[in-house]
C-alpha cells in the first residue's frame, strides 16, 4: 500500500456518496460518507497504490483522511508516508457529514475507516417487525449477474418489456465496496431504469443497508416492493486466470441464495466473440464455472441469437457442459438488444460497445427479456424456444 499527502488542486464532478477531485498527484476520489467533503486547497491523505499497479477500474487514487490546512500547504513534499502522524501537528478534519447512523451494524469491519450504518434488519430499523419473520422471496425473478455491466442492460430490458415492473439492484461485497462508485447505478436511477438500490455485506451506499445476501434479497422484495432483482459485484472484477479465482464465482452464490429462498434465479451468462482471450470466448469460463461448478441450485440461463459459427461453438460448449444443478437453457430465435431501451445510456464492457461485441450486449438483454416476462407471470416472450435439458451426471 502506498499512502502519500497531497493538495486538492480542483473538484471535479460530484454525485450523491462521492466527489471527484484532482490533486498534485492526479485524479482521486473522496467518499465524503467516510472523510467528509474536500475543497480546493486541503491536504489530503490519498491512496495511490491502484493507480500505480495500473490498474483498470479502480485506477485512481482515494482519500484516505484530510488535514486540517497549515502554513506551508502548497510546498507540502509528496513523499510517501506511512501515517497521519508522520505530518507534525496535522489532524484528521471531519464535518457533519460524518454524523454516524443510528444503526449499529459495522462496514468495512475492524479497519481504520470502518462504519456504523442501520441495517434493514437490525432491531433499530423500522423494518426489522417485517424483516425478523420473512423467510422466502415467493417465487420473484431474481437475475444473477457476473459483471457489474450487464446491470442497465438487464434492467433496460426489464422496462422494455413492462416499464412499469419495479426493479431492484442489490450489489454485493466482492468488487468495489461503495455504491458510489458506480456512475452507472446513478445513471440508472436517474433515467429509471432502477427503482431502488440496496448494499450487503461490506458493501455500502445503497438505499438500504443489509448484513448480507440473503436479508438483502429479502428487503428487495418485501420492503423495496421489487418485482424483479439484479444482483451484482460493483465494478472491478477480479481475475487471476485461475479456475475459481475470479469474481464470476459470485454469480453461483447468488443462485443458491436465490434458490434457498424459494426465487426463481436467472442466469445471466457472459459472453463474447471480441475478446481475444480464449476462456472468454463464447460463453466465459466465468459463467461455465458459477453454473457448473457453484450453483447448487437449478437456474434458467437464456441463450442469445446467434448464428453460423458462433452458434455452433455455443452449442459445443453447452453439450460438454456439466454441472450440480440441472439448469434450464433456453434460446433466442432473434436478436433482443435495443439501443433505445437503454434511454440514451452509454454502456460498454472493456471497453467495447454494441457493435464491437453484440453477443454480451444481447446475452444481457435476454435474461433481462425472461425476468420481465417471469415478473408478468405470462410465458417468456414469443422469440424465445424452449432447449432440451442437459444430461447431466449428477454424480460427477
Known amino acids: 500500500m502506498r499512502l502519500i499527502w497531497t493538495e486538492v488542486t480542483a473538484l471535479g464532478a460530484a454525485r450523491e456518496g462521492v466527489q471527484e477531485l484532482e490533486t498534485r498527484e492526479g485524479a482521486a476520489l473522496c467518499y465524503p460518507a467516510l472523510t467528509g467533503a474536500c475543497a480546493v486547497g486541503e491536504r489530503v491523505l490519498v491512496n495511490t497504490t491502484a493507480r500505480d499497479l495500473a490498474l ?58 470502518q462504519r456504523n ?51 431492484g439492484y442489490v450489489m454485493t461485497d466482492q468488487a ?6 458506480s456512475k452507472l447505478v446513478t445513471q440508472c436511477r436517474d433515467l429509471e431504469l432502477l427503482d431502488a438500490t440496496l448494499t450487503c455485506g461490506q458493501a455500502f451506499g445503497g438505499e438500504l443497508e443489509a448484513v448480507n445476501l440473503y436479508s438483502g434479497l429479502l428487503a428487495a422484495c418485501h420492503v423495496q416492493g421489487c418485482d424483479v432483482v439484479i444482483v451484482s459485484i460493483g465494478p472491478g472484477l477480479a481475475g487471476t486466470q485461475t479456475l475459481f479465482g475470479h469474481g464470476g464465482v459470485a454469480q453461483g452464490e447468488a443462485i443458491n441464495a436465490t434458490g434457498a429462498l424459494g426465487g426463481s434465479p436467472i442466469a445471466c451468462l457472459r459472453m463474447s466473440f471480441a475478446d481475444e482471450r480464449q476462456r472468454h470466448q463464447g460463453i466465459s469460463h466465468h459463467s461455465l464455472t458459477a453454473l457448473g461448478r457453484i450453483a447448487a441450485v437449478p437456474a434458467t440461463a437464456i441463450v442469445p441469437w446467434l448464428e453460423g459459427e458462433q452458434q455452433t461453438y455455443v452449442e459445443a460448449q453447452l453439450e460438454s457442459f456439466e454441472s450440480r444443478a440441472d439448469h434450464y437453457f433456453a434460446q433466442l430465435e432473434q436478436p433482443s438488444f435495443s439501443e433505445d431501451a437503454l434511454r440514451g445510456l452509454h454502456v460498454t464492457t472493456m471497453g467495447r460497445g454494441p457493435a464491437e461485441d453484440p453477443a454480451f ?21 414469443s422469440c424465445v424456444k424452449s432447449a432440451p435439458r442437459l444430461d447431466l451426471d449428477l454424480d460427477e
Open 117 to 167: 450504518v442501520l441495517a434493514v434488519e437490525a432491531p433499530e430499523s423500522p423494518y426489522h417487525k417485517i424483516m425478523e419473520r420473512l423467510d422466502t422471496l415467493e417465487g420473484i425473478p431474481v437475475v444473477c449477474c457476473g459483471l457489474h455491466s450487464q446491470v442497465p442492460l438487464v434492467a433496460a430490458a426489464i422496462k422494455q418489456v413492462d416499464a412499469s415492473l419495479r426493479v
Open 176 to 181: 468495489a465496496l461503495p455504491l458510489a462508485f
Open 361 to 381: 450486449f444481447e446475452a444481457a438483454f435476454a435474461a433481462g427479456a425472461a425476468a420481465g416476462g417471469m415478473a408478468r407471470f405470462v410465458e417468456p416472450p
Open 56 to 113: 483498470g477500474t479502480g485506477g485512481v487514487d482515494f482519500v484516505v483522511a484530510r488535514a486540517e490546512a497549515a502554513d506551508g500547504a502548497n510546498a507540502l513534499s509528496s513523499s510517501p508516508v506511512s501515517s497521519c502522524a508522520s505530518v507534525a501537528g496535522s489532524r484528521v478534519a471531519l464535518d457533519e457529514s460524518n454524523t454516524p447512523a443510528d444503526g449499529h451494524i459495522m462496514k468495512l469491519r475492524y479497519t481504520p475507516l
